[in-house]
Each structure stands twice: as C-alpha cells, then as structure tokens.
C-alpha cells in the first residue's frame, strides 16, 4: 500500500489546527481529575543590566476550579527562582523572598514590577530582550500528593518594556 507524503504531513497540521487556541495551558492533567485548572497570561522575565546574572520577572496566573498555592519556580534561563514581595518602608524599597502565595478559585495572582515577583538567580550569560525561557511554577493543591505545575513560556523584556 503506497501512503501519500503530503497525507501523512497534512493530517497532523489540520488537527493541530483544529485546537482551540490558547496562550497556557495546565500541563499537569487536572482538568480530568476535576482539580484547579491553571492559566497564565504576560510571564516575562527582564534582561540583565550589565552582565549581571540576577533578575526579576512576572506573571499572572489564573485558576479556576479549586484553591492553590504558589510553592515554587524553577526556569531553564536561571539556577535559582526564587518567590519576592516587594514594599516602601520610610522611603527604602525593601524585597524579601517569600514562602509563596495563596491563589482563590477564580483569582488571579499578578507578579510584575513594583510588587510581588520572581527573582531570578545565575542568569545565563547572553539571555537579552526578544529571547523567550521557561519556568516551571509548583502549587500544593488540598488533597494532592503531587504538586500541580504550569508551564509558561517567559519573553524576555529589555529595559522600558
């Protein structure tokens, strides 16, 4: 039996096609379990000033159908993510790692500039403005040994973005 070529490609184009698009997506398969569906929109991260290899970046995620908890962040640009909170005490900016951040079903949780965020630690050299990364984000979910992670892919801001 001879099989087409452009067959063979075509059908996989047309079926992807055929998926509803979408800009994240819950990469943990809880949307069958009937747990919190994840989604995110604007992960950015911000290029390095000046060679250095530390870093801030944002998000904002969503979840629908269940509480979570932000535990965590790991990303394939930076040894370390770590989870920051940003306030003004008598005029000094002050940043401290914190534990994470609870998310209410039908809540969304902003990390941006000015605010809670990700710092990023042990940048690779060479990340600049128009490159994208990924991080991983962890959340503990009541009643699940396993945390429910979300995918996103971050684009990589220069300065004034």
């Not at 993510?81 to 940043?95: I, L, R, Y």
Request: charged residues 25%; aromatic residues 4%.
């Amino acid at each position: 039996m001879k099989i087409n070529r452009t067959l063979l490609i075509a059908i996989p184009l047309l079926l992807a096609a055929c998926q509803p698009a979408t800009e994240s997506a819950d990469t943990s398969g809880s949307q069958q379990e009937g747990g919190p569906v994840l989604s995110y929109t604007d992960a950015f991260i911000m290029a390095p000033i000046g060679g250095r290899d530390v870093t801030m970046g944002g998000i904002e995620i969503t979840v629908n159908g269940g509480d979570v908890r932000l535990t965590g962040a790991t990303s394939d640009a930076a040894t370390t993510v770590e989870t920051h909170s940003m306030s003004m005490d008598d005029g000094t900016m002050k940043m401290r790692p914190v534990e994470g951040w609870d998310i209410a079903d039908g809540e969304t949780l902003d990390l941006d500039r000015g605010g809670d965020h990700l710092m990023l630690f042990g940048v690779e050299p060479g990340l600049a403005a128009g490159d994208t990364a990924n991080i991983t984000f962890y959340f503990d979910v009541e009643g699940r040994d396993e945390p429910l992670t979300l995918e996103a892919e971050a684009e990589v801001r220069g300065v004034g973005e």
